[in-house]
């Protein structure tokens, strides 16, 4: 669960710094060039936004792969597959499936 902390506290973060881009004006910081105040905030949010979600979809695909392992899924659709014969297709989905067992990788 330590990389759900990291990602909460990016969110923070991004949050933070994305309330100073709209406040700056709100608290009297006045520029001839307002944008480029908020271009210098909105660059290091685009980055940690994006960052975000490069991690947060690699730690959703580890834990989705995780507790396919720890059962008998459907690769695809994630359906349940124990106590039912072993066959090429999923029963849910239908679709060409390679099933992953207890204990064994791929």
């Known amino acids: 669960m330590k990389i759900v902390r990291v990602l909460a506290v990016w969110m923070v973060v991004i949050l933070a710094m994305a309330a100073v881009?709209?406040?700056l004006p709100v608290f009297g910081v006045q520029s001839k060039n307002l944008t480029a105040h908020l271009i210098l905030?909105?660059?290091p949010i685009?980055?940690?936004?994006v960052r975000f979600v490069i991690v947060f979809r690699r730690?959703?695909?580890t834990m989705r792969e995780s507790a396919n392992?720890?059962?008998y899924r459907c690769g695809v659709c994630g359906y349940a597959l124990e106590g039912l014969q072993?066959?090429?297709?999923?029963?849910?989905c239908g679709?060409?499936?390679?099933?992953?067992e207890r204990g064994k990788k791929g």
């Not at 685009?46 to 936004?49: C, D, K």
């Not at 679709?95 to 992953?100: E, M, Q, S």
């Open 21 to 23: 881009a709209v406040l």
């Open 41 to 43: 905030v909105a660059i």
């Open 46 to 49: 685009t980055v940690a936004m």
């Open 59 to 61: 730690h959703r695909q």
């Open 69 to 71: 392992r720890l059962s």
């Open 86 to 92: 072993k066959t090429d297709s999923c029963p849910e």
């Open 95 to 100: 679709g060409a499936v390679k099933l992953i």
